[in-house]
C-alpha cells in the first residue's frame, strides 16, 4: 500500500503553507477584532447626559498629624457608557492650599499648572484609578480639625462632577533625632511625634508628664541618664487603619520601644501605657548589680501588644506594681538575673499574632538571680505552661518565690514548692481558665480589656 502524501514532493511545503495561512487568517481575524474594538472605543461623545459613575461622592481619610504626609488613597472613577468620555480637566478646587496631592490615571496635578490636568479620555466600559494624599499644615490649634477640597472634573460637554476629598488633621510637634543637652521636662496638650532616636546621655534626666509621644517607624527612646514618666501615653503614629474594622492601633511592630542602656538607673515609670511596638517594649541592659537602687521602677503601668519583649531586664534591679503586661511575641516579663519584685500585676501571654510566642514570665539565672519575688499576680496564657523557670547556672541557687498567685503553669510538688504558698494552679481542665478570666478577650477584633470577670477565681489579684 503506498501512501500519496509521501510520494507528492511537495507536501510538505503544502503542509507548512496550510499552517502559514491558518496563522494569517487568525491573525487577520484578531486584528479585525482590535480595529473594531478599538473604533468603538474611540467614539465619543460630548453629551451633557453622559456622566461619570464614582463609588461615592466623599473620600473619607483617617487622621493625620499636620506636617506629616498620610497614607496614599485611591479610588476607581468609571465610565459605564456606551461611548467614550473626554475630560477637559480635572483639578483641585482649592488649588495647592489644603495640602492635598493628586494622581488622576498617573497624571499629577502640578502645582505649577493650577493644581490639574487636562485632555483624559476615558474609553466606554472604562475606568481610571484616583490617588490621593494630604500633608496638612499647622493651623495652631489643640483639637483635631477637618481639612477638605473638591476633586472637580469637568467634562468636554461642560458637565462638572465633584468628589470631596477630606481629612482630619491634628497639629502635632515633631521631634527628629533628639538627643537632649541637660536636664528636660516634656508636657505638652499637643501630640508630639517623634522620628528617628530620642537619646537622653549619661546623667540626663527626661521627664515626661501629661502627654501623648507617637513614635514613627524604627523610633525610639535611648536611655543612658534617667527617664521618668507620669500620666503618659507611648505608641505607633499611623492613625489609619490596616482594615476597616483593624486600627493600625491595635497591631504590633509600629516602633521601636524604650532602651535602658547599662549607665541608666533611677527610672520611673508611673501611670503610663506602651504599646504595639516593634522591638521589645522596655529593654534594661545589662549593669553592676546595685541592690538598694531600683534602676526600673513601674507602678500602675500598661506594656500591650508588641513583638518583642514587655520587659526585659538583666542583672537588673527592678520593681513591677499594679502593672498589666500583656500580648508580647516574646516574653511578657524576662528576668535574666538580678533582682526582680513584682506586686499585683496581670500577666497575660495572648499573643494573636504568632503561635510560637514567648512565656508569661521567664527568669534565668544566667546572670546571678539575686532575687524573684511575686505576690498578689495572675500569670496565665495560651499555653499550657506559660511560666519557664531556668536554672542554666547549676553551681548557683534558682532564687525566686510565689505567693498569693495565680499561675498557668503544672503545680510543683517536687522539693521547690515551698517556694510557692498560697497559690491558685490553673489547668486546661478548669472551667473557668485563660482568656476567660477576662472581661474582654476579642481575637477577631483584637481588642483586650484585663480587667477580671464577675466569674474569675482570680478575684483580689492582679492589677484592677
Known amino acids: 500500500m503506498h501512501n500519496k502524501k509521501e510520494e507528492n514532493p511537495f507536501y510538505p511545503m503544502m503542509k507548512r503553507i496550510s499552517f502559514f495561512r491558518i496563522v494569517i487568517y487568525c491573525a487577520l481575524c484578531i486584528m479585525h477584532y482590535a480595529f473594531a474594538s478599538c473604533e468603538d472605543d474611540d467614539s465619543f461623545s460630548s453629551s451633557s447626559s453622559l456622566r461619570l459613575t464614582f463609588k461615592a461622592d466623599t473620600l473619607q481619610m483617617d487622621t493625620v498629624f499636620s506636617r506629616s504626609a498620610s497614607s496614599t488613597y485611591g479610588f476607581w472613577v468609571y465610565n459605564n457608557n456606551s461611548e467614550g468620555l473626554r475630560l477637559s480637566s480635572v483639578r483641585l478646587a482649592k488649588g495647592n492650599q489644603t495640602g492635598f496631592r493628586v ?60 468628589v470631596n476629598l477630606r481629612a482630619w488633621a491634628w497639629d502635632a510637634e515633631r521631634l527628629d533625632n533628639l538627643t537632649l543637652q541637660h536636664d528636660t521636662v516634656i508636657t505638652s496638650e499637643r501630640p508630639i511625634i517623634v522620628f528617628g532616636r530620642l537619646t537622653i546621655p549619661q546623667d540626663v534626666t527626661l521627664t515626661l508628664t501629661h502627654t501623648t509621644l507617637f513614635f514613627h517607624d524604627q523610633a525610639g527612646i535611648d536611655v543612658k541618664g534617667t527617664l ?67 534602676r526600673l521602677d513601674m507602678l500602675r503601668c500598661i506594656v500591650h501588644n508588641g513583638e518583642g519583649a514587655g520587659v526585659a531586664c538583666r542583672n537588673a534591679n527592678i520593681r513591677l506594681h499594679e502593672c498589666q503586661i500583656t500580648n508580647m511575641g516574646g516574653d511578657c516579663v524576662a528576668i535574666e ?35 524573684l519575688f511575686c505576690d498578689s499576680t495572675i500569670i496565665t496564657g495560651y499555653a499550657d505552661d506559660v511560666v519557664m523557670g531556668i536554672q542554666t547556672d547549676t553551681a548557683q541557687v534558682l532564687e525566686y518565690r510565689f505567693m498569693h498567685t495565680l499561675l498557668r503553669t503544672p503545680k510543683v ?37 484585663f480587667h477580671l470577670d464577675s466569674l474569675s477565681t482570680a478575684q483580689g489579684l492582679g492589677c484592677y
Not at 466606554?124 to 495652631?140: C, G, M, N, Q, Y
Not at 547599662?262 to 529593654?283: C, F, H, K, P, V
Not at 499585683?344 to 539565672?365: M, S, V
Not at 491558685?424 to 477576662?438: A, L, N, V
Request: negative net charge; contains cysteine; glycine residues 6%.
Open 228 to 294: 521618668i514618666t507620669d500620666s503618659c501615653l507611648l505608641r505607633g503614629d499611623r492613625l489609619d487603619d490596616m482594615f476597616s474594622y483593624l486600627p493600625y492601633d491595635r497591631v504590633s511592630g509600629q516602633w521601636s520601644g524604650v532602651h535602658f542602656f547599662e549607665t541608666s538607673t533611677r527610672n520611673i515609670l508611673t501611670d503610663t501605657e506602651i504599646r504595639n511596638t516593634g522591638d521589645d517594649a522596655i529593654l534594661c541592659d545589662s549593669a553592676v548589680f546595685d541592690g538598694d537602687v531600683l
Open 337 to 371: 538575673g538580678g533582682k526582680a519584685e513584682i506586686h499585683r500585676c496581670t500577666i497575660a501571654q495572648f499573643y494573636p499574632y504568632d503561635a510560637d510566642r514567648g512565656a508569661a514570665l521567664l527568669f534565668t539565672n544566667t546572670l546571678p538571680l539575686q532575687s
Open 413 to 449: 510538688e517536687t522539693a521547690d514548692s515551698v517556694r510557692f504558698s498560697n497559690i491558685i494552679w490553673e489547668s486546661p481542665k478548669d472551667s473557668i481558665q485563660g482568656t476567660r478570666h477576662f472581661r474582654l478577650i476579642d481575637e477577631d477584633n483584637l481588642i483586650y480589656d
Open 103 to 162: 494622581n488622576v490615571d498617573g497624571s499629577y496635578l502640578d502645582n505649577s499648572n493650577g493644581s490639574q490636568v487636562n485632555n483624559l479620555e476615558i474609553r466606554r466600559k472604562d475606568s481610571i484609578l484616583v490617588f490621593v494624599e494630604i500633608t496638612p499644615a499647622d493651623a495652631h490649634q489643640l483639637e483635631p480639625r477637618i481639612v477638605e477640597d473638591d476633586l472637580v472634573f469637568t467634562l468636554e460637554s461642560g458637565t462638572i462632577q465633584k
